[in-house]
Structures are given as structure tokens and as C-alpha cells.
């Protein structure tokens, strides 16, 4: 459970001297206290970086995370888990806004458009291949290759389905659950998430005046943040059958492999969903491997970036999980939309039992905040990977020394 929140970034601006003056923007998302740890993380990397040609970096985007993730001494503190990678991600997603906005397309369609063999590159395959080869990632590629060009034309047309987790925080009353709720499905939302975890009968209360409200077709989701053990996540789901949740989400450590595949078996059919703390593509590996997950929740910000979430949803192709991604957060939904939108376009080939979450929060501090309406994410056109927050924004909330914080005032 994460009760204290106080949303912050580790924000990063990549400039260039280029003459088409276009930055790359990226930030590792943090709750607080530790932004300051992961920005001095995200400073070690300077180095990597700066004075080298830019046409080099972004031409061989798979090099460069690869030196990224493998300097020896960096790697001590992970490896490819925690601050570290999360630095590399900010970074390797600031490349990547770069690199689209040059490119003059929006990040899922620059993706979208490069070719199988340009795809695999940007993978790094160690410790994958005995679930995923090269060849056989090639393979899932090629297969999704004829369908592009349709499927883009479905996107720009019809959206990508979304959920809402806005009625169901703990802490809400009653009433307030049921109303957001009932507007949950007058918007056009076919899932709706309560977080669980705190009291059972509370729960128990919630969850049923949920499924009175938007009656049996709307999917229900429960979210527990990883307040269980193994033996009372089974107990708490088996009291929740009744009411016909469709998946349980962090139901104990993100660390835990066995015990989700424990879970998965005893609370069957309910799904069993994680990811928004899975540190990297060799614990998805083995949450595949172990039978441990029937839902994949990819998170933006976490893993190593761009590159090896391209690892992830095609992990996730090879083995027919679905990627529903974590996006509660700041900006979290509008880097996220990008990478569902490509493994549509390019990867899996379907939306079938997919979502990405929507939060309705602090869009409006966005450049090109998400669109979504009628439950569903319009697909993004503006160039970039929709990270770039608004300069004002930026300034006034700097920490310590913007206007916000030296004014004592709320920091919203
Ligand atoms: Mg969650």
C-alpha cells in the first residue's frame, strides 16, 4: 500500500544543438522523499550522454541502452532493478521522445513502422532465451507485419479500450463509490478497479454496492497493492467469489513469483494480474514461465524504458498473456497509451481482454495530455511520447526552490 503519496518526477530534459531544436523529455515517476535519490541517479548517467553525436545515439537506440544497463559499476546497486534502471528508464524515454519528434511521428507509430529485424535490435536477449530467441521474436513480428497497416487505420478510428480506477479508492464513502461508479459506466467503461486489502468487511460492503450499481456485464477489478501473505490473499479472494471479480492485482510482493503462481491456481477464475513493480523483463519472463500471471501489467516508467518493454509485450505475445498496463501516476497514462498502441499495431494484433488504466488526474499539467472519451484512448497524434510537461509547471513546482514550495502553499 503506498497510504503517504505525494506525486513527484525525476524529470529529465535531453537538449541538443541541432538546428531542428527538438528536446527529448522523460521522467522516472516517484511518490515523494525519494525523487532526490532517483535524480542523482538519473545524474550519473550524464555522462553517457553528453558531447556525443546525437545521430549516433538515436541510430542505434538497442547500443546504447545496452551501455546504459551493463556499466559495471552502476550495475553493482541493481542489477537492472530500483533506482538504477528506473534512471535508465527516464533516460532511454527522453532518447525516445527525441527520436519521434524528429522522426515527426507520435512514439506508437514511429515503433509501429520500423521493421521486425529493427524491432529485435532494440532488445536485449540476455538471460531470455530460454523463453524467447531472437528468431522466434523475429518470428511473432513478422506474423503481425501484413495486419499493420489496417489495424492503424482501426486505432485512429475506433481508440484503445481504457478502465477507470477513479471510483474506487479506499477511503471513499459509500456513496461517493457508487455515484463515480454508475458515471464510471455512463462514460462508456466496460472496467472498473476498487482497491482491497484494508478490512474485509469494509470490502465485502464496497464490492457488493459495486456490482449493484453497474449490474453483471461491467467487469469488476480489485487491486490489493501487495498488502497480502500467500495463505490470506487466498482466504480474502475466496470471500470475494461471489461477487465475480475479474482479476486480482498485487494480491502479495512483486518479488514473489511462486506465490502469484500459488494464488493464481487457488483462485481460479479469477485472473491474477501484476506488473506495475516487476523490476525487469527476467522476473515477467519467469511470472510467464511459472503460470504465474494471466494478466500482464507493463509499467512506463519502472522497467528499462522503451526498449525493454518492447522485451516485455513480446514475452507477452509469445506465451498469449494479455498487457493491461500500470498507469496510476503522473503521466504514467501518457507514456503507457503509446506502447499498447504499438503492440496492437505490431506485436500481438489484438485489443481482445486488453485495457490500459485511466486515472483522471493532473493531466492538464501535460503538453499533450491523453485523450480519452467514451472509455476509450483516442490515439495519440503529435509527435513525441507525450512526456513533455509545461515549462510553467516545471518551474513552479521545482523542488525545493519553485514558487510552490517556497510559498509553503499545497503543491497539488
Ligand atoms: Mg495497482
Not at 510552490?404 to 499545497?410: E, K, N
Request: aromatic residues 8%.
Amino acid at each position: 500500500m503506498n497510504p503517504d503519496p505525494d506525486y513527484s518526477a525525476a524529470y529529465v530534459v535531453i537538449h541538443t544543438d541541432a538546428p531542428d531544436a527538438h528536446e527529448g523529455h522523460g521522467f522516472a515517476f516517484t511518490i515523494g522523499r525519494g525523487n532526490d535519490i532517483q535524480a542523482a541517479a538519473i545524474r550519473a548517467l550524464e555522462p553517457f550522454l553528453i558531447g556525443r553525436p546525437v545521430e549516433a545515439i538515436l541510430g542505434d537506440l538497442g547500443g546504447i541502452w545496452r551501455e546504459l544497463v551493463h556499466d559495471s559499476q552502476l550495475r553493482w546497486l541493481g542489477p537492472e532493478k530500483g533506482v538504477v534502471h528506473m534512471a535508465v528508464s527516464a533516460v532511454v524515454n527522453a532518447l525516445w521522445d527525441l527520436k519521434a519528434k524528429r522522426a515527426g511521428l507520435p512514439l506508437w507509430r514511429l515503433l509501429a513502422e520500423m521493421t521486425p529485424e529493427q524491432l529485435v535490435d532494440l532488445v536485449d536477449f540476455r538471460y531470455l532465451t530460454d523463453a524467447l530467441t531472437p528468431g522466434e521474436a523475429l518470428e511473432i513480428l513478422r506474423r503481425a507485419e501484413p495486419g499493420r497497416a489496417e489495424r492503424t487505420k482501426h486505432l485512429l478510428s475506433h481508440g484503445y479500450p481504457a478502465y477507470t480506477t477513479s471510483a474506487g479508492w479506499l477511503g471513499y464513502s459509500d456513496e461517493k463509490l457508487t455515484r463515480l461508479a454508475s458515471e464510471a459506466v455512463g462514460d462508456g467503461f466496460t472496467l472498473i478497479k476498487l482497491k482491497v486489502g484494508a478490512d474485509l468487511d469494509d470490502d465485502l460492503r464496497r464490492l457488493r454496492l459495486a456490482r449493484e450499481v453497474v449490474g453483471p456485464d461491467v467487469r469488476i477489478a480489485l487491486d490489493a497493492n501487495q498488502r497480502w501473505d500467500v495463505g490470506p490473499a487466498i482466504e480474502w479472494m475466496s470471500a470475494f467469489l461471489p461477487y465475480d471479480p475479474w482479476w486480482i492485482e498485487e494480491p502479495t510482493s512483486p518479488d514473489d513469483i511462486l506465490g502469484h503462481a500459488a494464488i493464481r491456481a487457488a483462485v481460479a477464475p479469477v485472473k491474477v494480474a501484476t506488473g506495475e513493480h516487476v523490476q525487469n523483463r527476467i522476473v515477467f519472463k519467469q511470472l510467464l514461465q511459472a503460470g504465474a500471471i494471466d494478466v500482464m501489467q507493463i509499467d512506463a516508467a519502472r522497467v528499462g524504458g522503451v526498449n525493454e518493454n518492447v522485451a516485455n509485450l513480446l514475452l507477452a505475445a509469445k506465451f498469449g498473456v494479455p498487457v493491461c498496463p500500470h498507469a496510476g501516476g503522473v503521466g504514467l497514462c501518457e507514456l503507457v497509451q503509446h506502447l499498447s498502441m504499438f503492440d496492437y499495431v505490431a506485436v500481438s494484433g489484438t485489443m481482445d481482454d486488453r485495457v490500459i488504466e485511466y486515472v483522471d488526474h493532473l493531466h492538464e499539467h501535460f503538453v499533450h495530455p491523453v485523450d480519452v472519451h467514451n472509455g476509450r484512448y483516442a490515439a495519440p497524434q503529435e509527435p513525441g511520447f507525450s512526456a513533455e510537461i509545461h515549462a510553467g509547471t516545471r518551474t513552479r513546482h521545482a523542488y525545493p526552490d519553485g514558487p510552490v514550495w517556497m510559498s509553503g502553499g499545497d503543491a497539488g
